[in-house]
């Protein structure tokens, strides 16, 4: 018999090869124990996907594992090394305040990043206390299984513990850990950590290590780091059209949250789009509109520029002609987002076929949208072919020649209506994390220690593309005055 806990042995099988890599990496550090550790959020479903034992996870002992207090066996923890372009301007950074504890393969042979976030001080938390409030970590904890469920690659969440000390920020809040689980934590600042320092070498295994773990085909090609460089700026063009067909804003795409994965990464002041705006933006410091929602794509590119910038000792020998390599991978952003922004509002606007004018006849209905203050989420879900009812008001007469010319549009395709609404319903959430939704299941959760309310949204948000049975309340938009979100950045 084992004297080990039992959520030390709920099924972890780590193997990491990231700190397998020189120490110019990262730096070994444990999370600091805290006093009073319990769990607060188990993601049952996900624990299974991994192969772990969800029921090895109740009682004080896996809330000692979620809090750092007890390291499973086959971690190795560590906090990463990066470097990161926050509003524009390179800092050195580093986990200043998450812990990977490590690696673990599932029983089908995937890699996951085990990651606790809020686990203590490390070597890289500068003037920060390596600590997070229960609010924004059990915001992450919503917005980043939302995403999954929409279909949209995401890093996941695992579980919540608070830890039974106070954070001060703003005011004081309840400590808590986030366990963070992610195809990895590569981002565009860890290139950007070793092109900073020179560091030729070091760049070259990290670019071999990001090829071998996300794009194993590309790692025998004949310039394997322009591949990186394509491939990475594709994914990212996928994924910012996937996040603008949900109207999601990321709200902080410094170059340090951008994942070589594809994957979206670290959940600070991001929302989702009420009414249409594509300036909105959720972030109390972004005061110049930075990462506004239709921004998004631009800084994309902006992010992918820096990364080019940091590989070009790996594209050639010849900086002239690296720098030539870079710039054409750069250039080609745009069209590629283009094409699938374009796939995503077709899907939208039930439509199966190309014509040359679908880009302009979406486009049309997002002016209009944003000219009325509509609701995204709920313009789209609620659009139906055939004849609107009669207009009343100016916004409803523009709105009605634009489903005229949709109507059209859509009779020139053989699909049926019925194939049509089956499209749109697959491509058009009824249900996404509404920001008056999130903030009234946290305050529940974190005042009076109610976590009905946010167990009935992450249930509802497992679904978001069924409306069948949702509560009324999170499928329409917030009541009339209901006031502006702002998310904040000291989380
Ligand atoms: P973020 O804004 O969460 O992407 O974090 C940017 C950088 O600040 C990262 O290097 C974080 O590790 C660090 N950081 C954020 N909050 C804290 C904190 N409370 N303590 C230490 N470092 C932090
Ligand atoms: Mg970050």
Known sequence: MSSEPISLLA???????YARLPESFYTRVNPTPVIEPRLVCLNRSLARSLGLDPAAFAGADAAALFAGNRIPHGAEPIAQAYAGHQFGNLARLGDGRAILLGEHRTPAGDRFDIQLKGAGPTPYSRRGDGRAGLGPMLREYIISEAMYALG??????????????????EQPLLGAVLTRVAASHIRVGTFEHFAALGDTDGLRLLADHTLRRHFPDLAASECPAL???????????????????????????????????????????????????????????DLLGRYAFGQQPQIAAWNLARLAEALLPLLHP????????????????????QRHWLVALRAKLGLFTAEPEDASLADELLRTMHEAGADFTHTYRNLRPGAPSEPASAAEVTFAAWHRR????????PQTSAEVIRLMNAHNPAVIPRNHAVEAALAAASNGNDLAPLERLLAALTTPYDAAGQPAGLLNPPPPGTPPCRTFCGT
């Open 11 to 17: 099924g972890w099988h780590f193997d990491n090869s």
């Open 227 to 285: 591949g990186l460089l394509e491939a990475a700026m594709e994914r990212q063009a996928s994924l910012i059209a996937q996040w603008m067909r949900v109207g999601f804003v990321h709200g902080v795409m410094n170059t340090d949250n951008m994942a070589l994965s594809g994957e979206t990464l670290d959940f600070g002041p991001c929302a989702f789009v009420d009414s249409y705006d594509p300036g909105a933006v959720f972030s109390s410091i």
């Open 406 to 413: 949709w109507t059209e549009r859509l009779a020139r395709q």
């Open 318 to 337: 010849e900086p002239e002609i690296a720098l030539d390599l870079a710039r054409g991978v750069v250039e080609s952003f745009p069209e590629r987002f």
């Open 152 to 169: 949209i690659p995401t890093t996941r969440s695992l579980a919540v513990v608070t830890t039974g000390e106070p954070v001060f920020r």
